[in-house]
């Protein structure tokens, strides 16, 4: 079993920061590519960044030089950076992270449940 926790959303006002975290736990073999993905309401799932196990990023055209994503290899845990934040920013945040099992060693995608980040104007 693994678990996919995120944390840290929240309101803030336009221009402000925050930092969400998303920690994965259970039985990993290996953790892979770890990212962000959004969904803002009436909108599909989009990528926010993501981030190689070797220390690859990605990140979309609307964050790019706002955002920065970073992993903690020794916690499992991936974090992202928000920083000048403006109301298009406003979405459901879900963590990613690709997953071996150390009993299966199979590589699976699990997600979190969603941290709400909400920037006012």
């Known amino acids: 079993q693994v678990q996919v926790v995120e944390s840290g959303g929240g309101l803030v006002q336009a221009g402000g920061s925050l930092r969400l975290s998303c920690a994965v736990s259970?039985?990993?073999?290996?953790?892979?590519?770890m990212g962000w993905y959004r969904q803002a309401p009436g909108k599909q799932r989009e990528l926010v960044a993501t981030?190689?196990?070797?220390?690859?990023?990605n990140y979309a055209d609307s964050v790019k030089g706002r955002f920065t994503i970073s992993r903690d290899n020794a916690k499992n845990t991936v974090y992202l950076q928000m920083n000048s934040l403006k109301p298009d920013d406003t979405a459901v945040y879900y963590c990613?992270?690709?997953?071996?099992?150390?009993?299966?060693?199979?590589?699976?995608?699990?997600w979190g449940r969603g941290t709400q980040v909400t920037v006012s104007s």
């Open positions: 990613n992270a690709g997953v071996v099992g150390s009993t299966s060693h199979r590589l699976y995608d699990y």
């Open positions: 259970g039985t990993i073999f290996r953790i892979n590519a």
């Open positions: 981030l190689t196990s070797g220390g690859s990023t």
